[in-house]
């Protein structure tokens, strides 16, 4: 099981990014997202109604403390940072860990508590550069299921595109019940 946290969300600032990280994460293969800061029941929205159209079991969760979150987790944790080790020298090692163990996979906001750097197993930096929680998530599980993730379909969507060297071609089922069979044979 892979999870994110991405960290110290604030309602109004962060809505559209703190969507974008979730998207990438469902999108990239993980399970779950969950958020900490403010609450934001419209985040939590946002995402449940692009996983009702596309499909699949991706769940978002709010947690008020990371803290807690991080010390009760089952498994291996990771912090994705400029800061950290470069992600070639240490992917083999976290896919390794991840055949047996669960892993979540920690992104930032814009200020990152100097606790969370040690409170991690591992902290990974794609690039030592700094850009965006959603471009080092994107990479990271890209690297950690080498390509596999981009093979990925959602038998059970609404919505599913048939891939189309022009224009824009979606299949539509009225209820994600009536979508299994025909979308399989599109994808
Ligand atoms: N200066 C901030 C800090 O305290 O780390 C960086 C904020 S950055 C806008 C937001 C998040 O994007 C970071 O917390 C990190 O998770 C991710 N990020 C940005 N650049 C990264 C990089 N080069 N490698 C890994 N993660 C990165």
Redesign the pocket.
């Known amino acids: 099981m892979l999870a994110v946290l991405r ?1 110290n969300h604030r309602i109004g600032r962060d809505k559209r990014l703190s969507t974008h990280v979730a998207l990438v994460a469902r999108a990239f293969g993980a399970d779950e997202i969950y958020y900490s800061g403010e609450y934001d029941g419209s985040l939590e929205q946002s995402v449940v109604k692009v996983v009702e159209k596309w499909g699949g079991s991706f769940r978002i969760n709010y947690v008020s403390s990371w803290r807690s979150f991080l010390k009760t987790w089952q498994g291996k944790t990771v ?6 080790l470069p992600l070639k020298t240490v992917i083999d090692e976290i896919r390794n860990v991840f055949r047996s163990e669960n892993l979540l996979v ?7 508590d100097s606790d969370v750097y040690y409170a991690v197993d591992y902290n ?10 959603a471009a ?1 998530l994107a990479v990271f599980l890209d690297w950690l299921y080498e390509g596999a993730e981009l093979d990925r379909s959602f038998p059970d969507a609404v919505f599913a595109v048939v891939p189309s060297a022009r224009g824009k071609k979606v299949i539509y089922r009225r209820s994600s019940a009536e979508a299994d069979s025909d979308i399989r044979g599109y994808l």
């Open positions: 960290l912090h994705l940072t400029m800061y950290g920690v992104v930032g906001g814009e200020k990152v990974v930096a794609i690039t030592s550069q700094p850009h965006s929680e080092a």
